[in-house]
Structures are given as structure tokens and as C-alpha cells.
């Protein structure tokens, strides 16, 4: 596990397949501000495309479950897909994905509030503006 700075991890998760047998395969992982990204572990056979998890499109982490050596966890896509993942306990790749969700969601939210009171501004700036100009 690498990590250099807020926001930016390296390492490996292990996430359960979609087939039948609902096998553990392992992923290399990069954490950055805005998204998760998996790929296959170098020098495996099969796609070497990184799939990327926004955190736009993730609703949440869910479902924590120690057990032994791993920790099981969920993560929600804002679709309501989840996508359930394990990792050694001592990497906190659980804590790290939420802090890093958490913060994208609290800036997106910032943002948000910012967008909304320049509207709000700039409306009632007009409705003056339109006041004045009928001013005799």
C-alpha cells in the first residue's frame, strides 16, 4: 500500500465477481479526490482496462464486516448497485474510500450552496435593476 498526500492511495482490494461462483478477484486500486479506479494486477490475463468508480456515482460505504485477518465492505452506487469488496484490516481501505467519499460530497455540496445563493443574488439584483429602470 502506497499513499502520498490526502486523497491519493495505491494498493490492492480484493472484489467479488459478478459469476456464478462469486469469486474473489484481486485489483489493483488507485484512490484519487474524485474517483476509485480497479484494474486487473499487472502481468494477469484479461482485460488490462481500469474500470473507474466516481465518487458522483457512489451513494455510500456500506455494510463494514471485520472477520479475522479481512474487512468486508459494500459500496452503493447512486443506481443501487453494490459492489462488495475486501481488503486486509490493517490497509483501511474502507475508512480511506468513505473519508475520500465524504470529502467529494462536502465539497460537491459547497458548491451546490454557492450556485444556488448566486442565483438568488443575481435574481434580486435583476428585480432592482427592473425597479430602477421604472423609477420616474
Excluded: H
Excluded at 462488495?84 to 475520500?100: K, V
Amino acid at each position: 500500500i502506497q499513499s502520498s498526500g490526502w486523497g491519493k492511495k495505491r494498493g490492492e482490494l480484493e472484489k467479488r465477481s459478478d459469476s456464478l461462483f462469486q469469486l474473489w478477484k484481486k485489483k489493483q486500486v488507485v484512490l484519487s479526490k474524485e474517483s476509485l479506479s480497479l484494474s486487473s494486477p499487472e502481468g494477469s490475463s484479461g482485460k488490462a482496462r481500469a474500470k473507474e468508480l466516481r465518487f458522483g456515482s457512489i451513494q455510500k460505504v456500506d455494510c463494514v464486516e471485520r472477520t479475522g485477518k479481512y474487512v468486508y465492505f459494500t459500496i452503493v452506487t447512486t443506481d443501487r448497485k453494490e459492489i462488495d469488496f475486501r481488503c486486509p484490516g490493517e490497509s483501511c481501505w474502507n475508512a480511506s474510500i468513505t473519508m475520500a467519499l465524504i470529502d467529494f460530497q462536502n465539497k460537491r455540496a459547497i458548491q451546490d450552496f454557492k450556485s444556488r445563493q448566486e442565483a438568488v443574488e443575481q435574481a434580486a439584483a435583476g428585480s432592482r435593476d427592473r425597479r430602477l429602470a421604472r423609477a420616474p
